[in-house]
């Protein structure tokens, strides 16, 4: 069934721009066009775990599509019903049975909500008075365990007069409970997410950046432990995703100077072996924010969705 609404995190696109989902794959063929927009972007896929769906945002609200679609062939995007949320974020990620939706919204929590929609039940804590830290703290998703029992967020709180101040790595259970920190330090750090075998917390940060925003691909251990850099290259990296077989690490790869991970830039999508090593390029396009916000591999760990945001008549290009 298809639901209509309308939600209140709406963000417009340039005129004559498109947001188009397309899912490519790790050998660097044509990427397949599955859906596109003008006018307000859509963003960050995920890719059920039963291969059915490509799951993204668009205007504050959740939609699915099937995997196999193609323009003008087959129903388009129906809206996920997340009750009273209508400010969802591109923050959001499909537990490993793919029954609960866990998404964060725009009052600054983490929320859960049945796949086939529902009411949503609020996960995140708030936090306590007294507690010492600057408010609001807001929670950003990006990770969930192999079991299903731990997400990974980033913690964001205000600093010296910036909302963004401290950007830092956290968990907590799915089911609700204490907050666990992982990093404590002033260098802003995002994307936490596990490895297929739980074992690692990927994800990037400007631990050791020597000028703001060079941003590397990192692991730790789920407690914090261990923390490793595998990147460590002029371009600012970001966003990094494990396939579900363990054996491909890809990640969004922004130009040198970069701060943040803005809109409307020429990226790459890279390719790096989940230990380090060197990157291979597998496609240059016009992106940014949203394009690869969240976990998009299919199960099969050959295929990933993404999205670009082509200006006139520019597209996609093999990397090089």
Request: proline fraction near 11%.
């Amino acid at each position: 069934m298809t639901i209509t609404a309308a939600g209140t995190d709406v963000r417009p696109l340039a005129p004559g721009q498109r947001a188009r989902l397309l899912v490519a794959d790790v050998d660097g063929g044509p990427p397949r066009l599955v859906h596109e927009t003008t006018g307000t972007a859509l963003e960050a896929p995920n890719w059920s775990p039963d291969g059915r769906w490509l799951v993204f945002n668009q205007d504050g609200l959740l939609l699915r599509i099937a995997a196999d679609a193609e323009p003008g062939r087959g129903l388009g995007p129906e809206v996920i019903d997340t009750g009273r949320i209508t400010d969802a974020n591109n923050d959001h990620v499909l537990s490993p049975d793919g029954r609960t939706l866990y998404l964060s919204a725009g009052d600054g929590h983490i929320h859960a909500v049945p796949f086939e929609g529902g009411e949503p039940r609020r996960v995140t804590n708030p936090p306590a008075p007294g507690d010492g830290k600057a408010h609001p703290f807001r929670h950003f998703l990006h990770g969930i365990s192999p079991d299903g029992r731990t997400l990974a967020y980033v913690g964001v709180e205000p600093f010296g007069g910036d909302e963004w101040g401290y950007r830092n790595i956290y968990t907590l259970p799915s089911a609700g409970g204490p907050d666990t920190r992982l990093t404590d330090s002033p260098a802003p750090a995002d994307g936490p997410e596990f490895s297929p075998d739980g074992d690692w917390i990927y994800f990037n940060s400007e631990l050791e950046a020597l000028v703001p925003g060079h941003a590397q691909i990192y692991r730790m251990r789920p407690d914090g432990s261990g923390t490793a850099r595998l990147t460590g290259d002029e371009r600012v990296n970001w966003f990094p995703h494990l396939s579900p077989d363990g054996r491909h690490l890809l990640y969004l790869s922004f130009p040198p100077g970069t701060e943040g991970h803005p809109a409307d830039r020429e990226v790459v999508l890279r390719l790096i072996d989940p230990d380090g090593g060197e990157p291979r390029d597998l496609l240059t396009l016009f992106g940014g924010q949203g394009t690869l916000n969240v976990n998009s591999w299919a199960p099969d760990s050959h295929r990933f969705a993404y999205v670009d945001y082509p200006l006139g008549g520019a597209g996609v290009r093999p990397g090089a």
